[in-house]
């Protein structure tokens, strides 16, 4: 095991020791950094524990689970310690199975017990670290959510006239509306929970269909193009994103298969 410990957007490395335990715990700094983005308050709290899927192509890396990535983007935007444990999905430990009787990741320990579902879990955070307030409105919390599903669809078809790429741009084109009229973010001004679920999933449709299908968003959906930019350039992403080679391997077999 290798042992680091991440404060949000601070991370620092203290020491590495391995063992054969199958998982890989981040830790922090021995004296919380003081700074006015996070305050005294978040850097002093105890980490929270969350197990992670691990990279298929890369030793001790961060692995391609867009749900994983939602609720670390989550714990970035709050400014929450916490500490991973990367899980070889392809190989679980008992360990991991023991807390997780699905096999499934993300799953994080809130008061000794572990809790699964990253819409569970970042609900759960938004009520134990109410700041900075992430909730999105209910009738927004739905804005974007047809696209990552339109996008599987149109990345796992095979026959080019069967429509699927036409319903991944109209819903593309709604999101885009939706921005143009209410952005820059899903909530206005501000980033929300909608917009920490949706981002990691345009991250994974820019990377796997432009590898297996040559594609990219069409120039006209500028909103659009403006928001992943905008997104995808925050320090709480570039800190939690994938590799690009592990969003090509994960998506691989649903692609060829």
Request: net charge positive.
């Amino acid at each position: 095991m290798i042992s680091l410990r991440f404060q949000p957007s601070t991370a620092g490395v203290l020491s590495a020791s391995v063992s054969g335990a199958g998982f890989i715990k981040r830790c922090g700094l021995t004296k919380p950094r003081r700074t006015g983005r996070f305050g005294t308050m978040a850097m002093a709290a105890a980490p929270l524990e969350i197990c992670v899927k691990a990279s298929i192509t890369t030793p001790n890396k961060l692995g391609d689970c867009p749900f994983c990535q939602r609720v670390l983007l989550t714990m970035e935007e709050k400014h929450v310690p916490y500490d991973m444990k990367m899980v070889d999905l392809s190989n679980k430990p008992e360990w991991f199975l023991k807390i997780s009787a699905e096999g499934k990741v993300p799953v994080v320990k809130f008061d000794e017990k572990w809790i699964p579902d990253s819409d569970v879990i970042t609900q759960s955070l938004e009520d134990k670290y109410p700041e900075p307030p992430l909730a999105t409105p209910p009738e927004k919390a739905s804005v974007g959510s047809k696209i990552f599903s339109t996008f599987i669809g149109f990345l796992k078809s095979k026959d080019p006239k069967d429509g699927t790429e036409q319903v991944l741009l109209d819903e593309l084109s709604t999101f885009n509306d939706f921005l143009k009229e209410n952005g820059p973010f899903i909530n206005g001004e501000k980033i929300s929970a909608a917009d920490l679920s949706l981002a990691p999933k345009l991250y994974h449709m820019k990377i796997a269909l432009g590898h297996f299908k040559n594609w990219s968003v069409p120039d006209s959906l500028s909103f659009l193009k403006s928001y992943m930019e905008n997104v995808f350039s925050r320090e709480s992403f570039k800190k939690t994103e994938a590799q690009t080679e592990d969003v090509i391997a994960g998506w691989r077999p649903k692609v060829m298969g």
